[in-house]
């Protein structure tokens, strides 16, 4: 028996052409805010008088210019966390719940030892931050590694459970007495808080992510790892080939990417929150996928597309103001991710309809 017909036929492309790098995922962006205007037209609103007030409010003022800043800072360290991770085709979809575990060690780190200097606590919460958000991201790193687990899943589940361990916490034991019953712990010391930059909201974080940038960069382009990270990530084949050891890269990576995403945890709470309460991240380690996708995982590319991002939720805070819901700020980043996604596809695969020949 024999049937024709046609079918559709994807073959990955060796190398995207440098063009289509730049131009796909502005494409997609675009896209992405046509498809929100629509949306936007249908509940009454002008689309590009939105848009002009949501850039205004972001990037056309020193106060708008600093809180798109702050927004950056836990966007580029869990966006450079996710980036390492997809590097080696793990899909690290819990940074948001290591993010929330980074920011609830470094939480209890500030009050065990309350009072104590900064030169104490400081480095102690950073370490705690580190180690939480890389232990968390190793509950998902090991069935992975040694049972073939699909690492989506359990980094997905393991996020409500940290979220749920937070709120544990605060409605509960940490909970501060005289917060008159508010789900909040006590108030940092002087000594846990990060130092911030001038009048502004901008907080030492910064210099961790910028220092991030920097390490991942060389790990990734300069360092035997960082060729083993990009070999298995193209082919885990030709890698156990090679004698590349894959466990130990998958718990590594994992690690390290978990790592960066509890030191995002940190430095909210230590640079900005200055307490832990529930909710705290607005989706961080969400919005962080799509920061990692959009700067197709390169360090340097990280933070200005964090920074476009950070703008993106000023923007909205600043036209919730005038009444228009959050939900349309949501809708917008994820319209955003699914054309980025759609077009990582177009480039990475070539689509074509061939004549179905196939005979049995």
């Known amino acids: 028996m024999s049937t024709l017909g046609w079918r559709l036929r994807w073959d990955k492309k060796l190398t995207p052409s440098p063009w289509a790098v730049v131009l796909v995922p502005a494409l997609a962006v675009v896209l992405a805010l ?40 836990p966007l580029s360290l869990a966006g450079l966390g996710l980036s390492l991770a997809f590097r080696m085709q793990l899909w690290n979809i819990g940074g948001e719940g290591q993010l929330y575990m980074g920011a609830c060690a ?7 030892l309350a009072g104590q200097p900064a030169w104490v606590l400081l480095p102690l919460m950073v370490l705690a931050g580190l180690a939480a958000g890389g ?14 687990v699909n690492e989506i899943i359990t980094s997905l589940m393991l996020n409500y459970v940290a979220i ?50 920097l390490i991942l960069y060389v790990i990734l382009e300069h360092t035997r790892w960082g060729f083993e990270i990009r070999v298995i990530g193209e082919s885990e084949r030709a890698a156990r080939y090679a004698g590349m050891k894959i466990t130990r890269n998958i718990l590594l990576v ?50 200005p597309v964090a920074f476009l991002f950070g703008g993106l939720q000023v923007g909205g805070y600043m036209v919730q103001t005038a009444g228009v819901p959050a939900a349309i700020v949501a809708m917008l980043t994820g319209a955003v991710l699914f054309f980025v996604l759609g077009g990582e596809i177009l480039l990475r695969y070539r689509f074509r309809l061939v004549r179905g020949g196939m005979a049995t």
């Open 254 to 303: 994992m690690l390290v990417s978990g790592a960066l995403c509890g030191l995002a945890g940190m430095s909210e709470v230590s640079g900005l929150a200055h307490r832990l309460q529930p909710g705290f991240s607005p989706g961080y380690g969400y919005t962080a996928i799509i920061v990692a996708v959009l700067a197709r995982l390169n360090p340097l590319a990280v933070l």
């Open 106 to 112: 470094a939480t209890g780190v500030a009050l065990a």
């Open 34 to 73: 046509a498809v929100g205007a629509v949306f936007l037209i249908l509940s009454g609103r002008e689309p590009l008088a939105l848009y002009r007030e949501m850039f205004s409010g972001a990037f056309g003022s020193g106060y708008g210019l600093s809180e798109t800043v702050v927004k950056a800072i």
């Open 135 to 148: 232990v968390w991201a190793l509950l998902t790193a090991l069935p992975r590694a040694y049972l073939g």
């Open 164 to 213: 749920l361990w937070v709120d544990y916490l605060v409605y509960g034991p940490w909970r501060d007495p005289a917060g008159f019953n508010f789900p909040l712990t006590a108030t940092f010391t002087e000594g846990a808080v990060l130092p911030s930059l001038g009048d502004t909201r901008i907080h030492a974080g910064l210099l961790f992510a910028l220092l991030a940038v």
